[in-house]
């Protein structure tokens, strides 16, 4: 059981780490234009509602309330497209950023907070996103090659179970759920708007990372997602962490599609078989389509531990 558990590992380091360096030549490769132009060609505004943007591009999906209380963003991707953000937010509106909700601790989804607390405004999240960004912090070397961010990335305001925001005319309520895509997720919910943002508990048409080393189960992103679909209804508009726009159609598909991975996964667990031989087994040939930075073989991996020992 060690050597599986020890391979297991292995593999989700490897997708974890493909995870990392796809993001970064993706940045790198714009960076320089970027700074060229002082405007936004990585950062695309699409308006979803009144008062309601989503901001697409590298990295997770931002959600942009934006309105005469000011600018509330859900997420706000990599710290070097923080003037892009800006200058996409500015041709929306005059009025400042206010408040900033992480739905969870990856770099992808918070690492713009430094810049954006630098113009007032107040980052919040979940404890355990706090609570990691510290520790991972401290467990830091001067000489890792990633070194985990400091305290101007870290959130200032944190809450246990929910949060709500009054602003523009909204209900806006961030929802913990445990153990899911991390231990320290958020889904934040707009009334009477209709829209949820659902971080990366929702991969639109991809595989999705489940970063079981920061407290992630797969079990647990199925329940987030049933969660939201006992939320919404047709209408609903719901923001994905990555890919494109959902309905609670294809809400529903991806509940399924993985609730018939973790079936699959658990039954050749159950009886017996190596995490190898459960990557021989459970192909997932039917949902190849989903392959990206996860694979096939690293979808069965993840399964595989979100069942424990
Ligand atoms: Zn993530």
Same mark, same amino acid.
């Given at each position: 059981?060690?050597k %599986?558990f020890?391979?297991?590992?292995?593999?989700? +380091?490897?997708?974890?780490?493909?995870y990392a360096?796809?993001?970064?030549?993706?940045?790198?490769?714009?960076q320089?234009?970027?700074?060229?132009? *002082?405007?936004?060609p990585? %950062?695309s505004a699409?308006?979803?509602?009144?008062?309601? !943007?989503v901001l697409?591009?590298p990295?997770?999906?931002?959600?942009?309330?934006?309105?005469e209380?000011g600018? !509330?963003? %859900?997420?706000?991707?990599f710290s070097?497209?923080?003037?892009?953000?800006?200058? @996409?937010?500015?041709?929306?509106?005059?009025?400042?950023v206010?408040f900033?909700?992480?739905?969870h601790l990856?770099?992808?989804h918070?690492?713009?907070?430094?810049? *954006?607390?630098?113009?007032?405004? %107040?980052?919040? +999240?979940?404890?355990n996103v @706090?609570?990691r960004m510290?520790?991972?912090?401290?467990?830091?070397?001067?000489?890792?090659?990633?070194?985990?961010?400091?305290?101007?990335?870290?959130?200032?305001?944190?809450?246990?179970?929910?949060a709500?925001l009054?602003?523009?005319?909204?209900?806006?309520?961030?929802?913990?759920?445990?153990?899911?895509?991390?231990?320290?997720?958020?889904m934040?919910?707009? *009334?009477p708007a209709n829209i949820?943002?659902m971080?990366?508990? !929702?991969?639109?048409?991809?595989?999705?990372?489940?970063?079981?080393?920061?407290?992630?189960?797969l079990?647990?992103?199925?329940?987030?997602?049933?969660?939201?679909?006992?939320?919404?209804d047709?209408?609903?508009?719901?923001?994905?962490?990555?890919?494109?726009m959902?309905?609670? +159609?294809?809400?529903? +598909?991806? @509940?399924?599609i993985?609730?018939?991975?973790?079936?699959?996964?658990?039954?050749?667990?159950?009886?017996?078989?190596?995490?190898?031989?459960?990557?021989?087994?459970?192909?997932?040939?039917?949902?190849?389509?989903?392959s990206?930075?996860?694979?096939?073989?690293?979808?069965?991996?993840?399964? !595989? @531990?979100?069942?424990?020992?």
């Amino acid at each position: 059981m060690t050597k %599986i558990f020890t391979t297991s590992l292995c593999i989700l +380091a490897l997708t974890a780490s493909t995870y990392a360096l796809a993001h970064d030549s993706h940045q790198e490769s714009h960076q320089d234009e970027a700074s060229e132009t *002082m405007s936004a060609p990585d %950062i695309s505004a699409e308006m979803i509602a009144d008062n309601f !943007y989503v901001l697409t591009g590298p990295g997770g999906n931002i959600g942009v309330s934006a309105g005469e209380d000011g600018v !509330y963003l %859900i997420d706000d991707k990599f710290s070097r497209f923080a003037d892009q953000i800006l200058f @996409r937010i500015s041709e929306i509106t005059d009025e400042p950023v206010r408040f900033v909700l992480n739905t969870h601790l990856h770099g992808d989804h918070s690492g713009g907070n430094a810049e *954006m607390k630098e113009t007032g405004a %107040i980052v919040f +999240a979940h404890d355990n996103v @706090r609570a990691r960004m510290v520790s991972n912090f401290e467990k830091n070397t001067p000489d890792t090659e990633r070194p985990a961010p400091g305290e101007e990335v870290w959130p200032t305001l944190t809450f246990s179970e929910t949060a709500t925001l009054h602003f523009n005319g909204q209900t806006a309520t961030a929802h913990h759920v445990p153990k899911a895509h991390t231990d320290g997720d958020s889904m934040v919910s707009f *009334m009477p708007a209709n829209i949820v943002h659902m971080g990366d508990n !929702y991969f639109n048409g991809l595989f999705p990372f489940v970063d079981i080393d920061s407290g992630g189960n797969l079990e647990g992103m199925i329940a987030a997602q049933k969660k939201v679909l006992s939320m919404v209804d047709d209408e609903t508009k719901i923001i994905p962490g990555h890919g494109p726009m959902a309905t609670k +159609a294809d809400l529903e +598909a991806s @509940r399924d599609i993985l609730v018939d991975i973790l079936a699959q996964v658990r039954t050749a667990k159950d009886s017996g078989m190596s995490l190898e031989e459960a990557q021989e087994a459970v192909t997932l040939d039917e949902y190849k389509d989903l392959s990206s930075f996860i694979d096939q073989k690293g979808m069965v991996a993840q399964a !595989y @531990r979100s069942l424990g020992n």
